[in-house]
């Protein structure tokens, strides 16, 4: 079983939509969360980052944390033809060692 | 400021040959990481590096081995290259672990 799963999709959604996309894991030691946006052929960038249980909002972007269902998930508002892109999760225990990622949603935004 | 610069960005090898692909940061970041990406795998961590001089195993380091020499520059050595380390690999570091890393742009793989 991998530590971290998520549905690779392909998700694809009309422009102004709202995106919910979604990863669970097996490991409750999972402390720190994050996610990534990953465009063709470039490297991951940060989108946003959490530590335990809650939501943290940054402009059309919520990351929300339920470490009881080992659930996470990054809503993306008002969603633009720029948000295309391969979404990715990565979760750490406390030490922040290593991060464990998903293997990415693909999302399509159409104009 | 480049942020992580990789070299190669592109390479064909031939099974059983050696390279070496260079990672540089100019953020003065103490950690650094190789990952490889293949499709339906995601992201799993080779090798990574906690500062100048160290190094530790990641998820999948057989085959590689790496190099911490200088704070800017992290080396994933492939002593004598396999199909089946035919991927992308993505070099990243961070300041602190917990607040995300800065990946660089990838060095596509080929080994025939």
């Known amino acids: 079983q991998k530590e971290v799963e998520q549905d690779p999709g392909p998700l694809s959604v009309p422009e102004g939509a709202i995106v919910s996309l979604n990863c669970t894991y097996s490991n409750s030691a999972f402390q720190y969360f994050m996610w990534y946006r990953q465009y063709s052929r470039k490297g991951p960038e940060l989108l946003m980052y959490?530590?335990?249980?809650g939501n943290k909002e940054d402009g059309r972007f919520t990351a929300q944390v339920d470490k009881s269902s080992k659930y996470i998930s990054l809503f993306i508002r008002d969603s633009q033809p720029s948000d295309s892109a391969t979404y990715l999760c990565?979760?750490?225990?406390?030490?922040?060692?290593?991060?464990?990622f998903g293997t990415g949603t693909s999302l399509t935004v159409i104009p | 400021n480049a942020g992580v610069t990789q070299t190669p960005k592109f390479r064909v090898l031939k099974t059983g040959q050696s390279m070496t692909l260079l990672c540089a940061q100019d953020?003065?970041?103490?950690?650094m990481y190789w990952y490889r990406q293949d499709p339906g795998m995601g992201l799993r961590l080779i090798h990574y590096s906690v500062g100048e001089g160290t190094t530790a195993k990641g998820e999948v380091p057989d085959g590689y081995n790496v190099s911490r020499l200088k704070k800017q520059n992290f080396l994933l050595g492939l002593e004598s290259a396999a199909p089946s380390q035919t991927s992308v690999y993505f070099c990243?570091?961070?300041?602190?672990?917990?607040?995300?890393?800065?990946f660089g742009s990838g060095t596509r793989l080929t080994v025939v």
């Open positions: 990243a570091s961070t300041k602190d672990r917990v607040y995300g890393y800065t």
């Open positions: 959490t530590y335990s249980s």
């Open positions: 990565a979760m750490s225990d406390h030490t922040g060692n290593q991060f464990y």
């Open positions: 953020m003065n970041h103490e950690y």
